[in-house]
């Protein structure tokens, strides 16, 4: 039961260069997407997140993309540093339930 | 920044044991989960808890787990009799709000089962 596809299990990117994770999903009833980002040793920490009436939310370095006619979204990440390098996770829910995880992205910025 | 506090970082346990994973969750949440992830898998949902009761569970959490909120600080998640496919990480999570979605998770216990 994959209802949360992150197709790309790793990514590299150089610093300043924009990076781009994507993520699919199956379901048309999730209605809150979200990433998380997840350093070794430690739990995952939210990071942004985007509600199903919005296609687009911005926070700093980093944008959500949410087009739902694809069952697609993404995040961008400009520019790009070396403290980004971590485990990415893409998670959805629906109305206020369970969190389903994506298996993540390990992105390494390099220098 | 308020934290959610998991022990023991690593646990170790022979197969058909019972464990008990202990988390301190943020004072003023209220809603309370138990995700893991065993490696190179994705991070599953077992078990949320609010109002001193499970609200929701999924398939992988069977009679041999349950979860507890004993003294209003801690949350605990035990497995009655520990499998070796139960070795995995296990993150404790609280969020104030359902509809909050921002999860402050643990640092996660890592349960290895032998």
């Known amino acids: 039961d994959q209802q949360v596809k992150q197709n790309s299990p790793s990514l590299s990117v150089q610093e300043g260069r924009i990076s781009i994770l994507n993520c699919d999903y199956t379901?048309?009833?999730?209605?809150?997407f979200l990433w998380y980002k997840k350093y070794p040793a430690e739990g995952p920490t939210f990071l942004i997140s985007?509600?199903?009436?919005?296609d687009k939310n911005e926070d700093g370095r980093f944008t959500v993309f949410l087009n739902k006619s694809a069952k697609h979204l993404s995040l961008h990440i400009v520019p790009s540093q070396p403290g980004d390098s971590a485990v990415y996770f893409c998670?959805?829910?629906?109305?206020?339930?369970?969190?389903?995880f994506g298996k993540g992205t390990s992105l390494l910025v390099t220098p | 920044e308020p934290e959610v506090t998991q022990t023991p970082s690593h646990q170790v346990t022979q197969m058909g044991q019972e464990v008990i994973l202990r988390c301190v969750p943020i004072?003023?949440?209220?809603?309370f989960y138990w995700y893991r992830q065993i490696l190179g898998q994705k991070v599953e949902f077992l078990v949320s808890?609010?109002?001193?009761?499970?609200?929701?569970k999924s398939e992988i959490f069977d009679d041999q787990f349950s979860v507890e909120r004993p003294d209003g600080s801690n949350f605990t998640l035990k497995i009655r009799s520990t499998k070796l496919e139960d070795s995995a990480m296990y993150f404790c999570?609280?969020?104030?709000?359902?509809?909050?979605?921002?999860?402050?998770f643990g640092s996660g216990t890592r349960l290895t089962v032998v």
């Open positions: 998670a959805t829910s629906n109305s206020g339930y369970a969190l389903n």
């Open positions: 379901n048309s009833m999730f209605d809150y």
């Open positions: 985007i509600s199903s009436i919005k």
């Open positions: 004072s003023n949440h209220l809603y």
């Open positions: 808890f609010y109002n001193n009761e499970i609200s929701e």
């Open positions: 999570a609280s969020i104030l709000n359902r509809g909050d979605y921002g999860y402050t």
